[in-house]
Structures are given as structure tokens and as C-alpha cells.
């Protein structure tokens, strides 16, 4: 699938705009679901849930991926470039210069080993940002180096020319712009054609787009015109849409798009960036080419024309069970558990593993994922470097798309779209998680379990042998490092596997959905496998680089081949037929491009010839593959689509010397122009000498794949997967796997078991709690996003990121209330009932979960315990008391509470007959508790009555009241994305919205196309005003139902909930056919200005010894407003007062005037989080009376309102203009100045949402 550049930004972060979905929502919850409850860890006799053994590395980790700190630090410091003339991405287009990747460069490997085996410097850490600029005609991508690191007056940056072959290291990018508009329309004129071809009927745009997609070839065509000139082509072929279905109950959408081809293909020539001389070239249909629509059309209309079948969504497309159950097969099958805890140790902080003799640095690219260093066995290095570099998929076929794809995945991100790996499915449940990140589109990722690591029994024994008298068998235990990246359609699984016997393996496996081909005339390139459907045959070569050192960093990769031979012995007078072995040495790089020997006579090894073991024979270390398809190559070795950027897929294995300028074998962006790559492999290969110098081997595994029906719906990793071992080779004088005590001896005599050795080795014992091994999946959560600049507002809600924030970190509700048991004084208790509090402390008893009746829900908490509980530190999480309705005591209890939460939870009920204040009061009593704090949102009939019992705490009292309200304004990182996800899936909404209006389109009709879209992003309770014309003037609407006219701006102001936490976004707009009078622009650029004010007056210094109040920022805004209303010109707001912040061409006879009352009619904001308006307020008067703190969250929403029926401003009535966006306060500068960050947008000009 070709992702075109104004939307790669996308795929960067492992999102794609096009079918086939790169990554879909890894669960999908239904709106309500019963709670799973899992027993309480409790009856587990053996190990297997003790604490991990740790260990710390000796040297820091100096390939870790860069931190959110560097990698925000590298992005800041770009910007300030002014040369680079960036845009954020957030509000970049196909014209503007970004950012794509910030990624790690690895040192120097001459200074990492002065490091790591010496008492050399730590190396200086350094960046490799990759840029896109699209700000010119021939808009291209660069390589820049940046550093060192962390960002300081030392950090510089330059063009990464010594790690490519480009001048400047600048790649030309020939699909800047989208040719969607070109290709839709070219389909819209045969519409009616393309309804019959494929049994859908279109008449409109929308109707194509909710039925089809359009995408093709990658890379682009270059091909030459009848004058000698090059041109850019692009064929794209339609595919089927995947309807949502239901399906075990629930509502899913397959992502099957792949396997919906609809054998219509459409050519157009792109060349050069004026889309208006873009066209379309051709039409392919049941291989008959067709120049034009018209040519097209003229051939469908004859009689003779062959319609063929079209691939239509049907149940075959899903994954789910189906058929008849297997016997015996619902039962839970085996699985696997460690009785003895966990065996191996893990340094997290710096990614480091130990697992018996061997030791290894883990880290993670985007382009790449998961990379190995430093791997040690018996103390020793043996290989500095092992890890993917490019995983390329080669396809072929009747068709123009098939034959013109060969994806080269790095493009897409194959660590960017790793996923977080399922427990019992992806690996084992007791399987070691480890997070990994990558930084691109100035958005910080991260995988909670990107990598896993666990040991496993291999099921078959290491060593075994049998004799009449004894017996004896080593299980075969091995250390597995995985990661899983799901790259469009296709799932891969990579690992490295360590064994006992010194062996390490390289491991792929893919699955998931092929690429399928049309069928019509496609026999030569593969089965039909359906109706209409054909598996489109392709390769797929993934290489790998291993940097060996073994022994020092001088080796040789010698040959030990085994020939047929001829030969006549002393000790026979025959000439017999039978075989030696031959020594070959490789010593130049022009001979380091190999394939494995037929019949497998060749044994590859690495040695170190100056280091021989007590025979005289050269310690190294053999490669050699081990499964399906290693050591393969693509069939097709001189590629019409890669061209000069495919040359480490034309053998089976490479040898080269190891160069800091050669680190890679590809680059990701070599994609955009195959035949002049960033990264050309084949020049590796420059005649140097490789006898006993640093050497790097690089080798293939893959498959060749011409699909069947039994691919379908997803090809299987039993037959999809491919292998290659490194085992010690004369490196040591024995097997030592001989050191394990996991193995057995028995002595036999007369058949009799006579003796039994088991060397040390413990036996598992106890029991194990299979409810606690066992996986939740409810718990399963996707990528952790961090914003380094705004969050790309495209298709926001197919990032995992959000859903992930579904499931509270851990620790969160105790935190909560250790916060809250902190304030109270002793003897006191805090009071409040189900709703937006209740559910912040105990993350349950929402509104949601229990309506308010007559009958008081109290929620109390106490900070003294009571005496026979557990509980008796003043800092721990206090004790919750819930008294219920005794005859709805049942319900209550079946509320799930979280289980952190649990232990610190009393029931207590009351009987109708009984006051439940006196209950209460009766049984705080007894804790010599007699004061209580009541929460603002408790209702006054249950604080009067409470009152007769208790002493209130009031104002003034020690602030406490002050300071519990203070908690649930100070917003948690984790409140703050959760906030930041609700906004940017409202805002998204919103746009979607303007997508779908219309001139006369009516404000119920818009009011119900935003709960719609709304809906599709999972926001709960999602709903907006709709203002036309005249009716903004009126806040919070007329009551009418207005139909819009040419002339008439739209105001939509929305909210809806992502994880209980509410958004708020106004925006005022109109749409493209719109006739909109500049004064009415000028109108909305002042109120933008206004809603900029107060986040000046923020980032200000402070002036003086008075602190800023909320109250300062309602009348920052209000003071533009003012300066509009008096006609004076206004800039955007730069400066530090409050007058001045507005940025006014003020004169010195022109007087300041008076924050405007009169046409700003309400508060300037509000703070937001599970109330959608909350403490604190933007306004005058004693609630704006507050200094700001970090954590606050409020609204910024100026607005100017000029009823009909009301006085003219500046010649303008009937018109009302308001713009609202989230903020956040992060933090506080030494000079007294706030720094704060918005939620969502804001907008910068007329024009935009």
C-alpha cells in the first residue's frame, strides 16, 4: 500500500490512512461488559509469582533509544533553527518542512569498545533527525545529524553524508501531494461501470469512499514519455471495503481489505507538483488496457464485453472460530508455567539481560525495532551487533499493482507498529515485559510489552542418550527475546533464542492476511483461491546484520566444504569414491556476496585465526540456517521496482568490512527514489580486504510464497517462518549444555530402575494458583503516546494510545486517596456521595453507576484506621467507609471496585428504620472521628442533615477545605492525556463534521451528524450546540432549527468523554461555498487574538511581588475584546501587561479601555476533568481570586456575541463569534512565568478547524 507523504506522517506512527489498516484497536470493548473477577492471589504454593531477580549492568546502555527528554530536546532544537523553516506537524500540510523520526545514532563502534572494555569516555550521545520538506517544488527528505546531546550551546547539526551515499544525504520525494482527488474523480466518471463491475451502487462520493479504496503500487514508476521525458506514474487498484458485521456478539470490521480486490486499475501520471496538470493516463480491466474513460466506456458497452466476478465481503473474510468444535478441544489446553520463579535477570533502566553464560543490551528503532548488542557468552563478546535492517516483500502478477509492489517495510516502521504482545498468546503469561519507545512525528510512543523475554522448555531434550544400562536426557531450556510488529496486513514475530550449548538463533514468523491479486488471467502468478480471488505469489527477504567479534575484532569468515572425491589410500590398492573437506578462506569483499551450497556442503564459520584452541584449530563460530526459509534470496535479483536499492536481496548471505560509515544496510526513505537511494548496498562491496579484519555478516531468511486456499483467511506460522543459527564452533573443548543440572541419569539393571541422578537440580513442587497464571484480557492495553509537539488530529482514534488509558496505571486510586487522607486533619472525615468525586477516589460509583435518590449513598474517608484493621500509617490510602441502603446493599456490592482499592473498603448499611446520618455519625465515633469535610458537589438537604450529627469543618479551618479541593484540580499526567485524547477526538469529530455539511443543510441535521461522528470515536455521551447565522449571537442557542445560508458562519461547540474525563471544544467557521464578509473575519481573527491573550499573559514573567490570578487572564481577554469594540487595531498578543498583552497599536493619547462586559457576556473559562465545568474559574470577582497551579486544566473560550435585536459594533449585528480550547499549566520558569501546553489545537487562521 503506497502511503503518500502528506499522510506518512501517519505511518510513522504506525497509523495508516488507506486500507489495509496497518493497526487496528487490539480489543474492542462493547459499551458495557461484566466484570471478570479473578480470584485473589492466595493459595500458591510455588514460586512462580516471586519478585524478578535484578541485576545492573556495568556499563550504561550507549545504544538505548533516546529519552522523551532528548528526543523533545533534539525536536525543540530543530525548530529553532529558523533555516530549516519548520512546521509543527500538528499543523503542517503537503507545503510545509517537518520532522519525520528522531532516532538514536549509535557511537562509533572504536569508541564504544574504548568504553565498554576500557576506561574510555562514556561516548557523547548524538541524533539522526530525519526531515521532510515539502516547501519547494522538488520537495525531498534529509538526514541530519544533531548533537551532542542533551541540547546545549554545544549542539549543532549537519547533513548525515558519512552514513549515506547521497549528496547531502537528501533523498527527492515524488508523492508530496495526494492524487486521491485525481483517482475518485477518474472513478466517479464511470460510476455507473464501476456499479456494475462490482454489484455496488455509487452515485456519490461518499458512497465510493464508504465502499471502496483506492491505493497500488510502491514504490512509484519512473518511466520514460514518447519524448525521452521522465514521468511520475502511479496505478492504484480498487478494492472492496469491509462492512462492519456482527460476530460473536459484538460488532467488528475484518481487515480484509486486501483480499477484496476488484481487478479495475487505474493509471495516472503524477509528475511534478501542479495537480492541475496531473491526468489521468489509462484503464486496466480483465487485461485489456484502455487509454481513457471514454475508450473504457465505449468497450463496456458492446455486447462482447467480459464482466468477470468481483470479490464481495463475506463471513470467509473473518478470523473468528468457525465449524464444527474439535473433540475434546474447549477444554483448557496445556500451558506453561515457572515453578522456580524467574531465572534470568534484567537491568530495565538499561535494557540489559543475563540468562546463564550469556549477556546482552537490548534497544528499539522505528525503523527496525527490536536490535541486540554487546551479546557476551562465558564473558567473552561474540557479536557486537545483531538486528534487522530491512524486511522487503516482492510481489509479481497479470496486473500492474502486483507486479509493480515491493515493499520495503522500514518505510512503514516496523518498530513503530510493534504491538504490545498478548499474554498466553504471544508469549507466555509469566513472560517478562519490557517497554520500548520511538520518537516520530514530534510524538514520543511507547510499547508496554514491546519486547518480551522468557525462558521455555523447547519440548524435545538438548542432549539424550540410551544405553542397556543407563539413561540419560538434558531438557533443552532456552531464553527467548521477542517482539511482534503488525506491518499493513501482514503480522510478523521476531526473536533471537539462546541455548545451552552456546546456540543463538534468529527466528521470523508471519502471519495475517496475504495480498491478494484479481483473478481474471492470473494462472501464470498463482491458485485461484476464491471466486474472484487469486493468491498473489511473492517473496519475502528479511535481513539481518551481525557484527561479530569473536574473540577481538580481527576475524575471517572461512569455508569448510565438503566434496566428493576420488582417492587412493596407503592402506588400500583401490581408488575409492568418497568425500573430504576442503578449507576456503573469503578475504575480499569482492567475493562476499554468497548463497548457501547445494545439498548443504558448506559450513560458514567466523574465526579468529590467531586464536586456536589447544588442537591448533581456530576458535569460531559457525552460521548455518535452521528452519523454512532461510538463506533464501528473491527470485527476481535485478527488481524493475527496487532497482539500486535492493541489492542485500540478491544473495543468501553477505560478508563486508564493518565500517561506522556502513552502519546500515538500507535507509527507510530509500523507498521515495529506489534508482538513487539514500543507502546503496552493492557499494559496500568495494574490493577491500576481509582476512582477519572487523567483518559484518549479512544474511536473508524469508519464504517464497504463492498463496493457497488454505491461507485463507490468514496465512499460518507454522509453514511462514525461517531461521539461522550462530553456535560456538571449536570455540570450546566440550558441549556446555554439560553444565546444566536440568538433566537426568538413570541406572538400569535388569530392566530395574537401580539409580537416579539428578545433579542438584530442583524438583517442582507446591501448588499453583491457575485462576491467578491465568490472562485477563480486559486488562490488555495498546501504545503510550507522549506529545512533543501537537498530536496529529488526522485519525487520531486508531492509535492505541488512548485505549490504553482506559485501564488506570496501576496505584492510581490509593494514590488519590493518600492525597486526600493527607489534608484531613486528625479526627476529621471527608463526606461525599456517588458522582464525579466518588468516582476520582475510588474509581467507581460514577453517576453513571448509581442515580441519587432520597435515600444518601455516603461515602466517607478517614485517615485513622481502625484499630483491628491493618491500616495505621497517617500515609497509606486511609479507610473508605460506604454506607449503603440495606435493601440495596446487594447492588452496591456489585459495583466492581478496583482491587488496589479493595482492602481499604468497610460496608456499612443502614435500615429504613434507622437515620443513616446517625449510622454514620455512630460509627465514625467509635474511630474518634466527630468533624467532617463535605464535598462542594454533595447535595444541602444531606450537608444539613450531616450538620445535626457532626461538626462541619469550615472555611479557614487549617484550609482544609481549600486543600481537598485542590486534589482533583491538580490533574495527574495520566488526567491530562486522558483530557488530551477527549479533545482531539472531539476535534477530529468536529472536522469530520464540516466534511459532511452542506448550504441549507439544517442545525439538527449538523447536531446529528456530530453525535455520529462523535460516536465513531468511541467518546461516550458525545453531543454539541449547532449555531447558524444569527443564533451564535445567542450563547447557548435560540431553540430554533435554522437552515444555513452562504452568508452565515457556524458555531459547534462539543464535548463528549474518553475515560470519564470530559472535553470542551467551540469552534466558529464556515464552509468552502461560503460568502463570508471580510467583517465578519476580522470579527473571529479578534476573538483569536483574545483566546492568545491570556497564554501570553502565562508565559510572562512576573512583574513585581503580586502573583497572576485567573482573574488577570478573563481580563487579558477581555481587554482585545475592548480594543476591537473601540476600532483599534490589534496584533497578536507578544507582551508581558495586561493591556499590553493584547498587542494593541495603542498611540499615547488613545486611552486603555475597560475589560468589556457588554458583548463578552460570560466567563472567559473554566477548569475541566470529570465535570465538564469545574473549579477553577476565568472570571472576576472572588472565584478568579486564585493563583494558578501546575496541573490546573481550563477552557479558554473568548467569544463576542451581537444580537439581532441589539445595538450595531463597528456596523456589525446578528452575528456571534466564540473559539474554545483546553490548556494545561505544566509547569513554573525561576522568573515566575508558567509554562502550559494546549489539549487541542488552537486555531491559527481564518479557514481552519
Known amino acids: 500500500m503506497r502511503v503518500y507523504t502528506s499522510l506518512a506522517i501517519l505511518a510513522l506512527l504506525g497509523v495508516s490512512s488507506a486500507i489495509p489498516q496497518p493497526k487496528l484497536p487490539s480489543v474492542r470493548k462493547p459499551g458495557w461488559r461484566p466484570h471478570t473477577r479473578r480470584q485473589e492471589a492466595s493459595t500458591d504454593s510455588t514460586n512462580a509469582w516471586a519478585s524478578p531477580p535484578s541485576t545492573e549492568a556495568a556499563k550504561t546502555n550507549i545504544w538505548k533509544y533516546l529519552s522523551n527528554d532528548e528526543a523533545a530536546g533534539v525536536i525543540g532544537f530543530l525548530h529553532d533553527q529558523a533555516e530549516l523553516n519548520l512546521t509543527a506537524v500538528d499543523d503542517s500540510g503537503p507545503w510545509d518542512n517537518t520532522i519525520m523520526v528522531v532516532d538514536l545514532l549509535p557511537p562509533n563502534k572504536t569508541d564504544a569498545l574504548a568504553y565498554l572494555d576500557g576506561d574510555g569516555d562514556i561516548p557523547q550521545r548524538w541524533a539522526v533527525a530525519s526531515l521532510l520538506f ?271 509492489t515491493s515493499y520495503m517495510d522500514t518505510y512503514y516502521g516496523i518498530g513503530s507498529l510493534g504491538i504490545n504482545q498478548l499474554p498466553g498468546f504471544d508469549m507466555p503469561t509469566y513472560a517478562y515485559c519490557m517497554n520500548t519507545s520511538f520518537h516520530a512525528a514530534e510524538l514520543s510512543k511507547s510499547h508496554p510489552c514491546g519486547i518480551s523475554v522468557f525462558e521455555s522448555d523447547q519440548d524435545y531434550p538438548i542432549q539424550r542418550h540410551s544405553t542397556d544400562y543407563y539413561v540419560s536426557v538434558t531438557k533443552n531450556i532456552a531464553l527467548t527475546v521477542r517482539a511482534v510488529s503488525t506491518v499493513g496486513n501482514y503480522d510478523y514475530d521476531f526473536e533471537y533464542q539462546f541455548f545451552l550449548d552456546g546456540t543463538i538463533q534468529t527466528i521470523v514468523r508471519a502471519s ?122 528473491l527470485t527476481i535479483t535485478n527488481s524493475s521496482n527496487l532497482l539500486n536499492s535492493g541489492g542485500f536481496t540478491t544473495h543468501q548471505y553477505y560478508v563486508s568490512k564493518r565500517k561506522d560509515s556502513e552502519m546500515k544496510a538500507a535507509s ?296 481537598v479541593g485542590k486534589i482533583r484540580e491538580r490533574k495527574s499526567a495520566y488526567e491530562v492525556e486522558l483530557l488530551r485524547c477527549a479533545n482531539t477526538f472531539t476535534l477530529h469529530a468536529i472536522r469530520q463534521t464540516r466534511e459532511r455539511m452542506h448550504i441549507g443543510i439544517t442545525e439538527s441535521q449538523t447536531a446529528k451528524i456530530l453525535e455520529e461522528e462523535m460516536d465513531k470515536t468511541g467518546l461516550v455521551g458525545g453531543e454539541g450546540l449547532i449555531l447558524f447565522g444569527e443564533n451564535a449571537a445567542l450563547p447557548h442557542g435560540s431553540g430554533t432549527d435554522r437552515k444555513l445560508g452562504k452568508a452565515d458562519m457556524i458555531l459547534i461547540d462539543a464535548g463528549g468523554k474518553w475515560g470519564g474525563y470530559v472535553s470542551d471544544i467551540t469552534r466558529t467557521f464556515a464552509l468552502p461555498a461560503s460568502k463570508i464578509p471580510q467583517s465578519h473575519i476580522d470579527l473571529w481573527e479578534a476573538v483569536r487574538k483574545a483566546q492568545r491573550a491570556p497564554r501570553t499573559l502565562l508565559h510572562s514573567p512576573k512583574r513585581g511581588t503580586s502573583d497572576l490570578r485567573f482573574s488577570d487572564l478573563d481580563k487579558a481577554a477581555r481587554a482585545i475584546v475592548s480594543l476591537w469594540k473601540a476600532g483599534i487595531p490589534v496584533s497578536d498578543p507578544t507582551s508581558v501587561s495586561i493591556f499590553e498583552s493584547s498587542g494593541a497599536a495603542l498611540t499615547e493619547d488613545a486611552p486603555e479601555p475597560e475589560p468589556d462586559f457588554s458583548i463578552f457576556t460570560h466567563r472567559l473559562g473554566h477548569g475541566i476533568g470529570l465535570e465538564g465545568h469545574e473549579s477553577p474559574y476565568l472570571v472576576q470577582g472572588p472565584q478568579g481570586d486564585r493563583i494558578p497551579q501546575i496541573g490546573n486544566v481550563f477552557s479558554l473560550e473568548p467569544g463576542v456575541y451581537l444580537p439581532a435585536e441589539g445595538e450595531e459594533v463597528n456596523d456589525l449585528k446578528g452575528i456571534g463569534v466564540r473559539l474554545e480550547d483546553c490548556y494545561v499549566i505544566t509547569g513554573q520558569e525561576e522568573n515566575g512565568a508558567w509554562k502550559g501546553e494546549w489539549l487541542s489545537g488552537p486555531v491559527e487562521r481564518w479557514g481552519d478547524i
Not at 487505474?266 to 475508450?295: C, M, N, P, V
Not at 592402506?571 to 551450497?597: F, I, L, P, Y
Not at 462541619?952 to 479551618?957: D, K, L, M, P, R
Request: charged share 25%; proline share 5%.
Open 134 to 404: 515539502g516547501a519547494t517544488e522538488e520537495p525531498y527528505a534529509q538526514d541530519l545529524v544533531v548533537g551532542p546531546l542533551p541540547v546545549s550551546d554545544e549542539t549543532t547539526y549537519f547533513p548525515y553524508t558519512f552514513g549515506t551515499h547521497a549528496s547531502e544525504a537528501k533523498i527527492r520525494v515524488y508523492d508530496m501531494d495526494s492524487s486521491k482527488k485525481l483517482l475518485v474523480s477518474a472513478a466517479m466518471s464511470i460510476k455507473d461501470i464501476i456499479s456494475d463491475l462490482t454489484n455496488v451502487t455509487i452515485e456519490t462520493e461518499d458512497e465510493f469512499d464508504e465502499n471502496f479504496s483506492l491505493w497500488g503500487i510502491d514504490p512509484l514508476w519512473h518511466e520514460e514519455d514518447e519524448n525521452g521525458e521522465k514521468r511520475v506514474i502511479y496505478w492504484a487498484g480498487t478494492w472492496r471495503n469491509n462492512p462492519a458485521v456482527e460476530a460473536d456478539n459484538s460488532e467488528i470490521v475484518w481487515n480484509a481489505g486486501t483480499l477484496l480486490p476488484q481487478g479495475i486499475y487505474f493509471q495516472a501520471d503524477i509528475t511534478g507538483r501542479d495537480k492541475s496538470k496531473w491526468f489521468l493516463k489509462g484503464i486496466l480491466y480483465g487485461d485489456e488496457y484502455y487509454k481513457s474513460t471514454d475508450e473504457f466506456r465505449a468497450a463496456w458497452e458492446k455486447d462482447d464485453f467480459v464482466k468477470y466476478t468481483p470479490n464481495e465481503p463475506e463471513a470467509w473474510l473473518g478470523t473468528d472460530m468457525t465449524g464444527e468444535v474439535l473433540p475434546l478441544e474447549t477444554k483448557a489446553p496445556p500451558m506453561s508455567v515457572q515453578p522456580g520463579g524467574q531465572r534470568f535477570k534484567i537491568d530495565e533502566e538499561n535494557k540489559y539481560v543475563e540468562w546463564m553464560d550469556f549477556s546482552f543490551y537490548l534497544t528499539y528503532t522505528r525503523d527496525t525495532g527490536m536490535r541486540l548488542f554487546d551479546i557476551k557468552y562465558k564473558g567473552e563478546r561474540v557479536i557486537y551487533e545483531l538486528g534487522l535492517q530491512e524486511a522487503t516483500a516482492h510481489y509479481a502478477g497479470n496486473d500492474p499493482v502486483q507486479s509493480g
Open 512 to 633: 495475517g492476511y496475504i495480498q491478494s491479486a484479481y483473478y481474471a488471467k492470473n494462472d501464470e502468478y498463482g491458485y485461484q483461491i476464491h471466486d474472484g480471488l487469486s493468491g498473489s505469489m511473492h517473496d519475502h527477504a528479511m535481513t539481518f546484520k551481525a557484527d561479530f567479534d569473536v574473540l577481538g575484532t580481527s576475524n575471517t569468515m572461512v569455508k569448510h566444504v565438503i566434496e566428493p572425491v576420488e582417492k587412493k589410500y596407503k592402506w588400500s590398492n583401490q581408488t575409492r569414491n568418497t568425500m573430504h573437506m576442503v578449507r576456503k578462506e573469503v578475504t575480499n569483499e569482492d567475493e562476499g556476496k554468497m548463497n548457501w551450497a547445494a545439498n548443504g556442503q558448506e559450513q560458514i564459520i567466523i574465526v579468529n585465526k590467531n586464536e586456536t584452541n589447544k588442537y591448533g584449530e581456530p576458535r569460531g563460530w559457525k552460521m548455518m540456517p535452521s528452519r523454512g526459509g532461510a538463506g533464501m534470496h
Open 668 to 963: 527507510a526513505w530509500n523507498d521515495y527514489d529506489t534508482a538513487n537511494p539514500l543507502i546503496d548496498f552493492n557499494k559496500f562491496f568495494d574490493g577491500e580486504s576481509i582476512d582477519q579484519e572487523d567483518i559484518v555478516v549479512w544474511y536473508n531468511l524469508g519464504m517464497h510464497h504463492v498463496p493457497h486456499t488454505g491461507d485463507l483467511p490468514n496465512t499460518v506460522s507454522t509453514t511462514a517462518q525461517a531461521g539461522m543459527i550462530f553456535t560456538p564452533h571449536n570455540y570450546l573443548l566440550s558441549d556446555p549444555s554439560r553444565q546444566s543440572t536440568q538433566q537426568i541419569r538413570l541406572d538400569i539393571e535388569d530392566d530395574n530402575v537401580t539409580g537416579v541422578h539428578t545433579f542438584g537440580s530442583e524438583s517442582a513442587s507446591g501448588d499453583v494458583n491457575l485462576a491467578q497464571v491465568a490472562w485477563d484480557p480486559w486488562t490488555y492495553s495498546g501504545d503510550i503516546a507522549v506529545r512533543k509537539f501537537p498530536y496529529d488530529p488526522q485519525n487520531p482514534f486508531e492509535d492505541n494510545r488512548c485505549h490504553a488509558l482506559l485501564t488506570p496505571p496501576n496505584g492510581t486510586h490509593t494514590s488519590r486517596l493518600q492525597a486526600l487522607t493527607k489534608v484531613l486533619s486528625e479526627g476529621s472525615v471527608y463526606i461525599t456521595e456517588p458522582g464525579p468525586s466518588a468516582q476520582y477516589y475510588l474509581g467507581a460509583f460514577s453517576k453513571e453507576d448509581w442515580s441519587l435518590s432520597e435515600r444518601p449513598f455516603l461515602i466517607a474517608v478517614l485517615c485513622s484506621a481502625d484499630p483491628s484493621s491493618s491500616i495505621t500509617e497517617k500515609d497509606v490510602a486511609g479507610e473508605v467507609i460506604l454506607l449503603t441502603p440495606a435493601f440495596e446493599a446487594l447492588r452496591a456490592s456489585l459495583i466492581p471496585l478496583p482491587s488496589e482499592i479493595k482492602s481499604h473498603v468497610r460496608w456499612v448499611q443502614w435500615r429504613e428504620d434507622q437515620s443513616p446520618y446517625t449510622v454514620l455519625a455512630e460509627h465514625l465515633g467509635s474511630r474518634g472521628v466527630g468533624s467532617f469535610v463535605l464535598d462542594g458537589g454533595v447535595r444541602q438537604f444531606v450537608g444539613r442533615e450531616l450538620a445535626g450529627v457532626l461538626k462541619e469543618v469550615g472555611e479557614g479551618e487549617g484550609d482544609t477545605i481549600t486543600e
